[in-house]
């Protein structure tokens, strides 16, 4: 099996910051793209940023200048950096890991069970 756990969140007031992390333990050959979602009350989840194994990144618009992905790819760890933070950044945060689980295997869809994140104006 796979699990993913993610930890960091909390409660932080505008203009603050908060680090996100996200580890994946388990049966696990490698690990392909690993990446942020959050999902607020009433909307879908969205992507927030994304890191291939090679370091390649990609970011939401709303989140460009302000959040920085990054990764270890031996601890299997990926971290969230969160800037001047805004109160619509309010939501639950997910890490998501593309997981080969052996040589032979299929990559697959993994998640965690998300972090908090609320941004008090």
């Known amino acids: 099996q796979v699990q993913v756990v993610e930890s960091g969140g909390g409660l932080v007031q505008a203009g603050g910051s908060l680090r996100l992390s996200c580890v994946a333990s388990?049966?696990?050959?490698?690990?392909?793209?690993m990446g942020w979602y959050r999902q607020a009350p009433g909307k879908q989840r969205e992507l927030v940023a994304s890191i291939t194994r090679s370091g390649s990144t990609n970011y939401a618009d709303s989140v460009k200048g302000r959040f920085i992905i990054s990764r270890d790819n031996a601890k299997k760890l990926v971290y969230l950096q969160m800037n001047s933070l805004k109160p619509e950044d309010t939501a639950l945060y997910y890490c998501?890991?593309?997981?080969?689980?052996?040589?032979?295997?299929?990559?697959?869809?993994?998640w965690g069970q998300g972090t908090q994140v609320t941004v008090s104006s």
């Open positions: 998501n890991a593309q997981v080969q689980r052996t040589i032979v295997s299929q990559l697959y869809n993994y």
């Open positions: 388990g049966t696990i050959f490698s690990i392909n793209a």
